[in-house]
């Protein structure tokens, strides 16, 4: 679909300046520059050359057909350049002008109106407000941008919403040497989305990895669609910006507070499996072993080193990052102890020492691919000035070539000297880097992907035993009655409508009939007020538990008179359930996503560690199971140290119910089950706030 | 005092061989390729030169005085070595040599026959198996080292233990295009040890940041004496290797368990005021700041961009490592919008747009200078191709050069294109980084140094109640008995011998005595069964609580006798307190150090959430305090949500008389008080053990 914005057989640039400083000037010179295999039309009244190209008046004097068109006039001009080309047949624009819908309502009104004309020519546009596209194909060399890297060619993609931000990893893959397939950022994004993009080079044979930055979605749901897609054929390696927007603002107790706006990003490249990253730099570098080497099948790491320090740096982060470093088997030991110099280190790391030559390291190398507990493996070299380093980097590069296993390489030298091993680890595919904590990043990131892509997503299984029309009228009562905000009594007969257990509940409006409410529930009892105006009830007074007796409910129901002015209230009374763990579970709508859920222990453990975690709904058994295991205290819900372990099914089963409400009613803004009383065999909803 | 070790007038190579790759040889290339400025003397019995410099035979047949020797013989030759290089007066020996403590008890006897050779004659040994020394100085020019990197003059300074991470260190700065101004690596440090070429560093006038890698210390409290001395004249960024060493052995819920062997090291890094870093790359790239920019007052960032996605990563991190973005005053927010385009965001980030001119960029710079909430400055500089690039980074070096606030760079371009510019911002001093979250590190660096340099240390106070020969003869008994665990009634003596307030206790032998206790200690009261052979209690149901009556009691005492079959076994009374917070302290003999200690909260929070700090005794007042405003869950010590605070100046006292005991006790190697029940007014220990 993408094919001719990515490979036009011919390019004009409406807007190309004889200024050198401009856009469209820049963009002819890349073109040459890049030595782009189509013609290349710039369009300019005044002039009759642009770079020594020859020049059009308007694109209708051009002699063949147009692919793509570069825009780079004033905004206000854009709309009849778009006119224009619809009219020449040009299948793509790609708009660089500015003052659009980034500069308010008037530019949001000029960019709506491009579609609507393009859409008329079957014409489709990328930007407006962007810097274009490159494909590094040798036969193609479409350098359509004005940025100034000039990629090899490769196997790495990347799109970013930031042009600057795409520039700057651009940059680094060129500074380390290493090819690039495409490159596009569209800015505003008014008709060719990144999702497009995406799905397009996830069947593009040569792009091997796709690098991915991003500042919100549009389209969240269409994203997630399209990642689905293209995260089970390649790796998808993704960044966010502005993940502290809503940092700064103070988090509340509850799952609205909990979950930034930038959270729900992170969780939908969960889900969907794309790899995320919190750093350029080691994004890049990922993007590197991605390009070259296959995925580990888990994460058992096998170290050579001709050097101390840095291996033991290397273990450190490894480790750091969940990955193992296993012993080596008898077998093993015995080869190298045979093979290597009598002082070598014949454990994991194998330290081959520095005086070590091309036959050591390839028979430490032919180790590792032999050794079943080892996934991958990490090189740790040091190019001493008295080795023969050349014959050493080629057994390297030919294990590598091999594809058995990863290999990746903390590579410690100086390039300009060691050219040539350089260069043999290079065409090697080996992956190099500075560093050893870079290397073991890099490492992780592959084993990390071989975690998801091998991961069990399990089933949204749906509840059949649920009322769902009760819930519904429930709902439509409160909005009728205009309240965001359900009463205590309306809450737990949605929670009963969807199977979720409640502690015995019954709510009244005197005195006497509490009595004999909590006659029947048995005491002790609790005692709540219920009243739409009180939210946060323990900070009011509004919540008395274990009440052992009539005298005191008495008592406290007067209190309550006194010191809560509501017409509204009535009282709930409930059984006391003491002991057990708290739990809570919560669900916040999320616009063009559905809702998070979240999951934590309560009390503290949201409130002052925030040990929670967050999924989007619907979950499946297996998310919902995870939500448990995930957080920090997670140990807590097993038992310890002679306290009792909670009902781990019974909570997954309050997840999935919550889950599925919330997928049934979209309707609901946030809804908290805070806490529900987890004990050994049962769990009990005991507070529930839900707010449409 | 090591002056002619790093700028000696003359330099021997004894075991200069003319085969090119050995290390004598390279030495000597080295020395020539850097043009040392004094005479190179090789020693080689069977040349007459090597690498076309004139050789001698011994050492006795060079004509002049030989400051510096550098030995690269094999080991079992090196004391006759030493024995020559003595009597010819050399001052400083290199040892290159490999073959001494590393490879076992046989080196370890070589070695110190050396170092009783070097003593004789007064020369000082380096090394052996190490790489050596580097001084960039014009004026010296010395690269007694066979590695690879040749360092431009700078103002940092490198030291390693770890040879291999010491070139990959030099070999960054190198890359980066950074000077340095010293190296060393003295492998295993058989006599001029770290400590003493840190301190000769500290006086180097040109020297303005060290850079430290270490795998341990030989002698803690030494190294400690001098980073105090000289982390007070100026800063050193330090990393530890092997901080996972400990990390595989499970952690178990006390003290010992919970510190790693690697955890001292990184305390002493703080609490002598040197900035630790876990990665090489971020150390390097701070270094860089803290070689030409001052040290930030505070921890607010101004910053100027000219491109949006860049600026928001950058927000993202800033914010995550803790800094602050503030708004701007009404005055400077005006200047700006006077001064700057129209569409331009005149709020922090101030976005100058990338059509900005040196003017915009300048009257921005100016305003962030005069800003009073604005601590540093961030500059986010994309080089677009339609600008004078040269111009603005001329404003950028002239505010940096002012050195009124640090100013560091994200630097985005090709910098084989755009060298003139590169070039004004270096010789501006402003350290330029590649990716915006390594320059926001990197500040974050320096703002973490200013942090620490105005830090208040606080004072090691001596509480003189204590009756320190008391707790003298308990540790005496013990010792006498031949235990290491001293029992519930020992321990406790030991703690109100320092005034520890326990919570009232009494042990005794019989049921009788126990009733006689109980009442009056007064019920409830918790029985415990003392016995060294029982020290995880509460596993093997040897601690009863809440204790109403004497029936109970009577009841209780028969079951713990049936139940722990052991001969020394005997009844701990005490009262039971119910509620408050629990609170841990203990402490770990650290060897060569002293005492670690610890404080955390109890139960769950020390044993699945691991929230704990560790501080190195003696402890002064602010560190104490320190410890409780550190752990995660701090708040709770506070009060949350209704519930009320502890008294936290009495926990804070318990630290520094726990501090003060160990100080004073140096034979006890493990204690723990576990927990302390934490009450709004006071605080009661309720379990303690003591191990010596």
Not at 144 to 154: A, E, I, L, W, Y
Not at 228 to 248: D, F, N, Q, S
Not at 448 to 458: L, M, N, S, Y
Not at 496 to 524: L, N, T
């Amino acid at each position: 679909m993408l094919d001719l914005l990515f490979s036009p057989k011919s390019v004009a640039i409406i807007g190309a300046s004889t200024k050198e400083l401009s856009i469209g000037n820049v963009i002819t010179k890349n073109l040459l520059h890049y030595k782009y295999k189509g013609p290349i039309y710039p369009i300019n009244p005044n002039a009759d050359e642009v770079r020594g190209v020859k020049a059009y008046k308007t694109i209708f004097d051009v002699p063949g057909d147009v692919d793509l068109a570069h825009i780079s006039i004033p905004s206000k001009f854009v709309p009849q350049a778009i006119e224009d080309c619809g009219k020449k047949g040009v299948k793509f624009i790609i708009i660089n002008s500015a003052g659009f819908k980034e500069v308010g309502p008037e530019g949001e009104a000029l960019e709506k109106e491009i579609v609507f004309i393009a859409k008329k020519y079957g014409a489709r546009l990328f930007g407006p407000n962007c810097q274009g596209i490159i494909n590094s194909d040798p036969d193609v060399r479409a350098y359509c941008d004005f940025t100034f890297t000039f990629p090899d060619p490769g196997h790495i993609s990347v799109v970013a919403q930031s042009g600057g931000v795409g520039a700057v990893i651009m940059q680094r893959f060129f500074d380390l040497g290493v090819g690039m397939r495409f490159y596009a950022s569209n800015g505003n994004a008014c008709d060719i989305s990144i999702e497009e993009i995406i799905r397009f080079w996830g069947d593009d044979e040569k792009t091997r990895v796709i690098v991915l930055y991003v500042e919100g979605f549009a389209d969240p749901k269409g994203f997630m669609e399209m990642a689905y897609e293209v995260a089970a054929k390649k790796p998808i390696l993704a960044m966010r910006g502005g993940r502290t927007e809503e940092g700064a603002k103070a988090a509340t107790s509850h799952t609205g507070g909990l979950a930034g706006i930038g959270l729900s990003t992170e969780l939908i490249f969960e889900k969907t499996g794309i790899l995320t990253f919190r750093d350029e730099e080691e994004m890049c570098q990922a993007a590197i072993a991605f390009a070259s080497q296959p995925i580990p099948k888990g994460n058992r790491v096998g170290l050579i080193t001709d050097t101390g320090g840095p291996a033991i740096i290397a273990t450190d982060e490894l480790v750091d990052l969940g990955l193992e470093i296993p012993s080596l088997s008898e077998k093993g030991k015995n080869f190298l102890k045979d093979k290597l110099y009598a002082d070598a280190s014949i454990n994991n790391p194998i330290d081959v020492l520095a005086t070590a030559a091309a036959p050591h390291y390839r028979a430490a190398l032919d180790t590792l691919i032999n050794e079943e507990q080892v996934d991958s493996i990490y090189l740790n070299f040091v190019t001493p000035p008295f080795a023969d380093t050349e014959s050493i980097a080629k057994e390297m590069a030919e294990v590598s070539l091999q594809k058995k296993k990863p290999v990746i390489c903390n590579y410690m030298t100086d390039k300009a000297q060691w050219t040539g091993t350089t260069k043999i680890l290079k065409d090697g595919g080996i992956p190099c880097y500075d560093f050893p904590e870079m290397a073991a990043k890099a490492l992780a990131a592959l084993t990390r992907f071989g975690k998801i892509r091998t991961r069990k997503i399990g089933e949204v299984k749906q509840f059949n035993d649920v009322d769902k029309s009760k819930a519904e009228k429930i709902f439509l009562e409160v909005q009728k009655s205009n309240r965001q905000l359900l009463t205590a009594q309306e809450a737990y007969n949605v929670l009963e409508a969807y199977k979720i257990p409640v502690a015995d509940w019954k709510v009244v409006d005197s005195f006497k009939e509490a009595e004999i409410a909590a006659k029947k529930i048995g005491y002790p009892v609790v005692l709540k007020a219920d009243s739409v105006s009180v939210i946060h009830k323990s900070d009011v007074g509004g919540v008395i538990t274990n009440i052992k007796d009539k005298n005191s409910l008495t008592k406290y129901i007067e209190g309550l008179q006194k010191n809560i002015e509501a017409k509204d209230l009535k009282f709930l009374i409930q059984k006391y359930l003491p002991g057990g763990r708290e739990l809570i579970v919560g669900a916040k709508a999320e616009p063009g996503l559905g809702h998070l859920l979240m999951f934590g222990l309560g009390g503290i453990f949201v409130e002052v560690l925030k040990d929670v975690i967050f999924k989007i709904a619907p979950v499946t058994d297996v998310e919902a199971s995870e939500m448990l295991s995930s957080i920090k205290a997670s140990k807590l819900l097993d038992g310890i140290r002679g306290e009792k372990g909670v009902n781990k099914e019974g909570a997954i089963e309050i997840i999935r119910r919550i889950s599925q409400l919330v997928t049934d009613f979209p309707l609901i803004q946030e809804m908290d089950l805070n806490p529900i009383v987890a004990l050994e065999k049962n769990n009990f909803v005991v507070d529930v706030r839900i707010k449409i």
